[in-house]
T-cell receptor, first 112, second 113 residues
Framework: KQEVTQIPAALSVPEGENLVLNCSFT??????LQWFRQDPGKGLTSLLL?????REQTSGRLNASLDKSSGRSTLYIAASQPGDSATYLC???????????FGQGTTLQVKP | DGGITQSPKYLFRKEGQNVTLSCEQN?????MYWYRQDPGQGLRLIYY???????QKGDIAEGYSVSREKKESFPLTVTSAQKNPTAFYLC????????????FGPGTRLTVL
């Protein structure tokens, strides 16, 4: 059974810091891994999608890496801003069913 | 403006009533999904549809029903058989069930009174 874990559950940093959010998964048979952002009471916004054959993807201040063999992904946020405060979710798409399996998220607070 | 719309944003239901949540997309996506989000439990898949007139149960389908008569629409009915329906419901879609990026709507918060 695929399980997705995100550590830490919560993180508070001062504005301007670079930070790393972690995601681990138990089964390497995946199509892709997707990182999302969720603001309180809102839907999910897709940040980055990494296909299983890729090692990383970048969008602006965000960089996501994927190490399928070790079952790990990281989301690197450069020069954090208060507007980055949100919950960040990772999800893996299982290769056998095509279903997305979500982690429980990391809630980030960036203090001015 | 392309995207996924869900209505209503907030919904209140009395016990024993069925309610239907709307999800519409104009992205020309084949696959659509319904998830439920509860505090501390993450997102769980209720139903999904890979193509019009076809749908499959997800991990927590009991007490829910869906239809997919049009490519653009995937309504979810929460029936009186669902024991704990109070939750945040999210609809999503993607071009292809297996490979592509999944996009989400803004959600509907259902509260049972």
């Amino acid at each position: 059974k695929q399980e997705v874990t995100q550590i830490p559950a919560a993180l508070s940093v001062p504005e301007g810091e670079n930070l790393v959010l972690n995601c681990s998964f138990t089964d390497s048979a995946i199509y892709n891994l997707q990182w999302f952002r969720q603001d309180p009471g809102k839907g999910l916004t897709s940040l980055l999608l990494i296909q299983s054959s890729q090692r990383e993807q970048t969008s602006g201040r965000l960089n996501a890496s994927l190490d399928k063999s070790s079952g790990r992904s990281t989301l690197y946020i450069a020069a954090s801003q208060p507007g980055d405060s949100a919950t960040y979710l990772c999800a893996v798409k299982k290769a056998d069913t095509g279903k997305l399996i979500f982690g429980q998220g990391t809630t980030l607070q960036v203090k001015p | 403006d392309g995207g996924i719309t869900q209505s209503p944003k907030y919904l209140f239901r009395k016990e024993g009533q069925n309610v239907t949540l709307s999800c519409e997309q104009n992205l020309n996506h084949d696959a659509m999904y319904w998830y439920r989000q509860d505090p501390g439990q993450g997102l769980r898949l209720i139903y999904y549809s890979q193509i019009v007139n076809d749908f499959q149960k997800g991990d927590i389908a009991e007490g829910y029903s869906v239809s997919r008569e049009k490519k653009e629409s995937f309504p979810l009915t929460v029936t009186s058989a669902q024991k704990n329906p109070t939750a945040f419901y999210l609809c999503a879609s993607t071009y292809s069930h297996s490979y592509n990026e999944q996009f989400f709507g803004p959600g509907t918060r259902l509260t049972v009174l």
